[in-house]
């Protein structure tokens, strides 16, 4: 989410990785992307072949922000390494919302390329401008679906748009709390995070819930014979329009 963050209001191009994604995918994203800067998690950066991997400028971890790897020429890791004393230099008096400054860009530019899984050979990339974000950003912030004050718990991949869309860039606008559940959502996992966060929202695919009724409620269905009542009071948002979103708050009853 930093990275994110940081690379789009500093106005250059985001091109999310799906973590799921193996080494040759993501050697295939970063050179047909033309991407010049990788942040990479410690898994993902084992396995990589940075001989590969020829127009990258640095790697820069995901864990500490430190410069993994660099080509000859560049002066990444020392620009890191002196990060807080240049920062103070630039600063002297701390940084205030005053001294925010973000790109002036277009909204007809170009801010992010989303690479999804390809049905055939290498994932393809769709070129996503500043109107196609915004304009996912406004209808999450026009349906109410979050509030400020309301808490959410976000696991679809944020390298997908609708995940960014909202399970990030709209929680932050409106001011709902985020919890990233780091995690694949298994039913066990998922179940246990939403007892503990209880969200107000949760933003899903139906795939999932049919995984929590599959190995959660039916065994437990099958194994009794008296009176079983589940119920979850979480909104769940899955369609792609307004009307497409449900309470789910079902009793189930088994004799």
Same mark, same amino acid.
């Given at each position: ?19 799921? +994604?193996?080494?040759? %995918? @993501? ?6 992307? !033309?991407? &010049?800067? /990788? ?55 701390? +940084?205030?919302?005053? %001294? @925010? ?6 909204? !007809?530019? &170009?801010? /992010? ?60 606008? @409106? ?81």
């Amino acid at each position: 989410c930093i990275a994110f963050m940081a690379t789009v209001s500093y106005g250059a191009i985001i091109v999310p990785i799906l973590q799921d +994604f193996n080494a040759n %995918d @993501v050697q295939h994203i970063v050179n047909h992307s !033309d991407s &010049v800067l /990788l942040f990479a998690g410690d898994l993902i950066w084992e396995n990589l072949e940075v001989d590969k991997l020829s127009q990258l400028r640095a790697t820069i971890s995901l864990v500490d922000y430190t410069c993994l790897d660099q080509r000859d020429g560049e002066c990444i890791t020392q620009c890191l390494g002196d990060m807080d004393k240049l920062f103070k230099k630039a600063y002297p008096k701390g +940084f205030t919302r005053d %001294d @925010v400054r973000f790109a002036e860009l277009t909204n !007809d530019k &170009v801010i /992010l390329i989303n690479y999804t899984s390809g049905t055939t050979g290498f994932s393809k990339g769709v070129m996503l401008t500043g109107n196609n974000l915004g304009g996912n950003v406004c209808f999450g912030i026009s349906s109410k679906l979050h509030f400020s004050g309301s808490k959410c718990l976000s696991f679809l991949p944020l390298a997908h748009a609708y995940g960014c869309a909202f399970d990030l860039l709209v929680p932050l606008a @409106v001011g709902t709390h985020i919890t990233l559940l780091g995690k694949i959502p298994s039913p066990k996992i998922l179940l246990k995070a939403l007892e503990e966060v209880k969200p107000n929202l949760i933003i899903c695919v139906p795939l999932i819930l049919e995984k929590i009724y599959r190995k959660q409620i039916l065994p437990m269905l099958n194994k009794r014979n008296g009176l079983l009542m589940f119920r979850c009071s979480t909104p769940v948002f899955m369609g792609r329009y307004e009307k497409n979103w449900w309470m789910l708050s079902v009793d189930v009853l088994s004799r």
